[in-house]
């Protein structure tokens, strides 16, 4: 029987390895895997250039013409960040399926795969637990001036004064979270804090909320009702912009932000305003308009904002998750089943 070839391209977190051994232990057909590891993180994302081709994809690692040189006649693709495009898939005949392992696929020209009848599965939720003990984490951060006190010591300073009535921090059992998008990661936040006993609403268009420890709201009440925001939406033509400075306005003095999700959705020279001027009462951003942040960002220099570099998915569970969730869909698409996570074209 001739072995199904699959091309495995990963990364220094998405590492190789973790695919190989997760397809091996598969009771399928024999598989006859290669693999790449590209540089990310330690070298950056690229944006997309349509000189090169590209136009399509973004925020890519790899050079279109060696990926498609590496994928060569394989009939499955595992990918996390290499760039598919349109070019490139004129120089890959056998490709059949791709599992990709990353939150969307802006890496791949969806619509030219799906004229070429190219199947796409993915790994949703594999970094939902992840991010959600790191949104956790940054509440904790922010609400009980633990930013405040470790940036104080490394100057050398004691904060005492954080003991004092009038700038202590309060008790997630005092507040209200609001959670602004209710997929995998907004409920499993929901899930992390319920035992707090704080007061959880949520905002979501597309979902009915079924939890009685949780208030669905529209969000311009849960704007105005929370002491903390979290947004853990989708980027989507819709929820770019979702925050700017009307939505900003809507927050209590005191609120805090927190963006666990993606640049886009915020505007952040209306949130940059908004914080020096203590229009709200502070942020803990993992995610930015430009990342990494250009030198001399503004947001960088606030007292009271805590700064993360995009790493609330970063776990090596999230990793163990991605690597059997791809192995699934590769079982599945062997066996002429249809994926289990089918990705297609928005309508």
């Known amino acids: 029987m001739t072995a199904r070839k699959v091309a495995i391209i990963g990364d220094h977190f998405m590492l190789p ?5 997760a397809l091996a232990a598969l009771p399928t057909p024999a598989i ?7 540089d990310w993180p330690d070298a950056p994302m690229r944006a997309g250039d349509t000189n090169d ?8 690692v790899g050079a279109p013409d060696e990926v498609a040189r590496f994928i060569g006649d394989a009939e499955i693709l595992i990918n996390h960040l290499a760039p598919v495009t349109r070019a ?14 990353r939150g969307g696929p802006v890496n791949m020209d969806m619509r030219a795969l799906a004229e070429r009848a190219i199947g796409v599965a993915s790994t949703p939720g594999r970094n939902a637990s992840a991010v959600a003990e790191f949104t956790v984490g940054l509440l904790l951060t922010q609400t009980r001036r633990i930013s405040a006190g470790h940036e104080a010591l490394r100057r050398g300073q004691w904060r005492g004064d954080l003991y004092r009535a009038d700038s202590a921090g309060d008790e997630l059992a005092d507040l209200t979270v609001g959670i602004i998008g209710y997929g995998r990661i907004g409920n499993r936040l929901a899930r992390l804090l319920q035992p707090f006993d704080c007061r959880l609403l949520a905002a979501d268009p ?3 909320i079924d939890d009685k420890a949780v208030k669905q709201v529209a969000q311009s009440a849960l704007l105005a009702e929370s002491d903390v925001v979290v947004l853990a939406a989708r980027v989507t033509a819709e929820s770019v912009g979702l925050i700017g400075d009307a939505q900003l306005r809507r927050m209590k003095k005191t609120a805090l932000l927190v963006n666990v999700a993606r640049g886009p959705l915020v505007d952040y020279a209306a949130l940059y305003d908004a914080l020096a ?13 430009i990342e990494p ?6 947001l960088l220099q606030l007292p009271n904002v805590t700064l993360t570099p995009h790493i609330a998915g970063a776990s090596r569970r999230t990793i163990n998750i991605a ?3 791809a192995a699934e869909e590769v079982r599945r698409y062997l066996a002429g089943e249809s994926p289990r996570n089918p990705v297609t074209l928005p309508s």
Not at 17 to 21: L, N, T, V
Not at 32 to 38: D, I
Not at 277 to 289: C, K, M, V
Not at 293 to 298: D, F, I, K, S
């Open 88 to 101: 490139m898939l004129a120089h890959l005949p056998r490709l059949k399926f791709i599992v990709i392992t």
């Open 206 to 208: 597309h979902i009915d």
């Open 32 to 38: 006859e895997t290669r693999s790449l590891q590209l």
């Open 293 to 298: 942040p250009p030198a001399g960002e503004p």
């Open 53 to 60: 081709g590209d136009s399509g994809v973004s925020e890519y």
């Open 277 to 289: 001027e203590n229009r709200i009462g502070g942020a803990a951003l993992d995610t930015f308009a």
């Open 17 to 21: 390895a973790m695919f190989e051994r």
């Open 323 to 325: 690597a059997e969730c």
